[in-house]
């Protein structure tokens, strides 16, 4: 009997992925080549497998949804929100807390923003998941970075095509208050904004499906907290529908262990894992159901 199988796939966009120099476009305006602005090292591969996994095994696949990551360039999580104590931009890959805040360590450019940040860092802290990182502004609305990685869009196209579905396409980030990482919801839903909160819509899309296959990037972030929310949304009855593509995921320079250790944590809760060759004989297999 022909089964439910869903492709989810977190943030496959340029500005993930470590794209080599014959991918990256003109840049007429500023001069040079447009270049990813946080590269994920293994990236392009992961991609170009996923693309080569929907290519060949399309007629197993029953639904295809794709998160965007999508910001503004004037963000709490970028630099251009940031300033040090001596008026100095603060850099890429710093953390902030609350305390730092505090202290005067760094501060928001717009100084009427202080009590709100202060707010958002206590919740972020109390959580417990994350700090705040300040990543290099990436995914910006509107521009290339924010694009899907060729080969994969292609690919999906091509599903689209042959079986007149369409790809789902999750937008999150685009408030400038709350780091998004899940696409379920923020790290700190906004009481007032929706689109912080949790996206019921998706969890009710896949719930209908009998598997889930999760690819993206990276794996210690975004494809992270979107399945531990997926997950604890299932319980654990349905956790098992959950697979990730393990060869189709890679984690950001230096969080290698927290990417190794999610992929242990849900492999323990009852999730599977799977290489792109494993799932694409079980997407052959379904086709043929």
């Not at 476009?25 to 996923?50: E, F, I, N």
């Not at 579905?165 to 839903?189: D, L, M, Q």
């Not at 996206?199 to 899309?205: F, R, T």
């Not at 993206?216 to 990730?244: D, M, Q, R, W, Y």
């Amino acid at each position: 009997m022909r089964q439910h199988l869903h492709l989810l796939i977190i943030d496959p966009q340029n500005d993930f992925c470590d794209l080599p120099a014959d991918y990256l476009p003109l840049d007429p305006v500023g001069g040079g080549k447009y270049a990813p602005s946080l590269p994920v090292p293994g990236a392009h591969a992961d991609m170009l497998r996923l693309a080569e996994l929907i290519n060949l095994g399309s007629a197993g696949i029953s639904g295809i949804s794709v998160t965007l990551d999508s910001h503004h360039r004037i963000d709490v999580a970028h630099p251009t929100f940031w300033t040090d104590a001596a008026g100095a931009a603060v850099t890429p890959f710093t953390q902030i807390s609350a305390s730092q805040v505090r202290a005067g360590a760094y501060l928001p450019r717009i100084p009427q923003a202080l009590p709100h940040v202060l707010a958002y860092l206590d919740q972020l802290e109390a959580a417990g998941r994350y700090r705040l990182m300040v990543w290099p502004v990436h995914c910006e609305i509107g521009s290339w970075g924010h694009d899907v990685h060729l080969d994969l869009r292609h690919a999906y196209n091509r599903w689209e095509e042959s079986t007149l579905n369409s790809v789902a396409k999750i937008s999150k980030g685009s408030n400038p208050w709350t780091e998004h990482y899940s696409a379920v919801r923020a790290e700190v839903p906004d009481p007032e904004d929706p689109l912080t909160q949790s996206n019921q819509s998706l969890l009710d899309s896949l719930a209908k499906a009998d598997r889930i296959y999760i690819a993206g990037e990276a794996g210690s972030h975004c494809v992270k907290a979107t399945t531990e929310h997926i997950a604890e949304n299932f319980g654990p009855k349905n956790i098992a529908k959950l697979v990730l593509i393990t060869d189709c995921m890679s984690p950001v320079t230096g969080f290698e262990t927290q990417h190794q250790e999610f992929v242990r944590s849900m492999a323990a809760q009852g999730a599977r894992t799977a290489s792109a060759k494993e799932v694409l004989a079980q997407l052959l297999a379904n086709a043929r159901s």
